[in-house]
């Protein structure tokens, strides 16, 4: 970290009071599922998967998490969608798959399986399967809920971001948006209707944009580039950000979690020397 940043840091949580939050992120960091109080900065383990590697955590429903996961089934790696109960610790395996996001709505799971990205839908009598698109074996693939029944994805780096809906079925290209955002480390902000996103391919600010492209505002963030939006508190309009720098002696990593509130722009770090992986979900109570 340079002087000159660590210096616009310190300066953006000096003096005054600090607002208080509260809440709890869940997270996946190896083989560990993981809780952060925001209220201190603690952390609680919830799970050890062992020889399986926690790859994403989204929510599914109010009181379970869906777990995109890695490691051996039947002495072969394999990615799986994993269900953790929150109130009794269980663990069930869902089925083949990854980068799952549960749609509670419709009760529609959108989950890619390494060749094509899918929908079930569970809503109806019998739960019916379909297929949004397919792509090449191993591609990036981001997805990203923006409403009760959509979503917008995003197949590779170079390729359009895509605008989908689990109840009429329909997905179409979103050129303008894809100039302005790249889906990876991009969060939907329900109450701007809108992503935060940085721009693809560059190392700038995060911005506010549209489904249309609109670029709304864009958030002065010292160092932005280190820094990784996870998670927006939306009842306290406040997001989550991960810090991951090279120390100048030995260049090791080291990471710290920062809040950033976004009605006043200050930001104050809530626990250093911990890590949350790339994907997080935040619950109020």
């Not at 889906?183 to 809108?194: E, P, Q, V």
Request: glycine fraction near 12%; proline fraction near 2%.
């Amino acid at each position: 970290m340079s002087l000159l940043v660590a210096l616009l840091l310190l300066q953006s949580c000096e003096s005054g009071e600090q607002r208080e939050y509260r809440g709890n992120l869940y997270f996946g960091t190896g083989a560990y599922l993981g809780r952060l109080d925001l209220r201190n900065g603690n952390v609680a383990l919830l799970a050890n998967l062992g020889d399986t590697a926690i790859r994403e955590v989204a929510a599914f429903g109010d009181d379970q998490l869906l777990l995109s996961v890695f490691g051996p089934v039947n002495h072969k790696d394999t990615f799986r969608l994993m269900q953790y109960e929150l109130a009794g610790g269980g663990l069930a395996t869902l089925l083949t798959g990854r980068h799952g996001r549960y749609l509670p709505g419709p009760e529609a799971l959108v989950f890619d399986d390494g060749a094509h990205l899918k929908m079930r839908v569970y809503g109806g009598r019998a739960m019916k399967e379909s297929i949004v698109t397919r792509h090449r074996v191993g591609a990036s693939v981001h997805i990203l809920q923006v409403s009760g029944t959509g979503f917008v994805y995003g197949i590779d780096f170079d390729t359009a971001i895509h605008s989908a809906d689990v109840e009429t079925g329909e997905s179409r290209p979103l050129h303008a948006l894809s100039q302005q955002c790249a889906l990876d480390g991009a969060l939907w902000i329900a109450r701007r209707d809108a992503l935060l996103c940085k721009q693809r391919g560059a190392d700038g600010a995060y911005k506010f944009v549209s489904l249309s492209g609109e670029v709304l505002d864009a958030l002065d963030i010292p160092g932005v580039g280190r820094f990784r939006a996870v998670a927006h508190l939306h009842d306290q309009d406040a997001l989550v950000l991960t810090e991951a720098w090279k120390t100048i002696i030995g260049g090791n990593t080291r990471y710290a979690v920062w809040i950033y509130d976004l009605s006043t722009e200050r930001m104050v770090r809530l626990v250093k020397d911990q890590t949350l992986g790339l994907h997080v979900v935040y619950h109020a109570n």
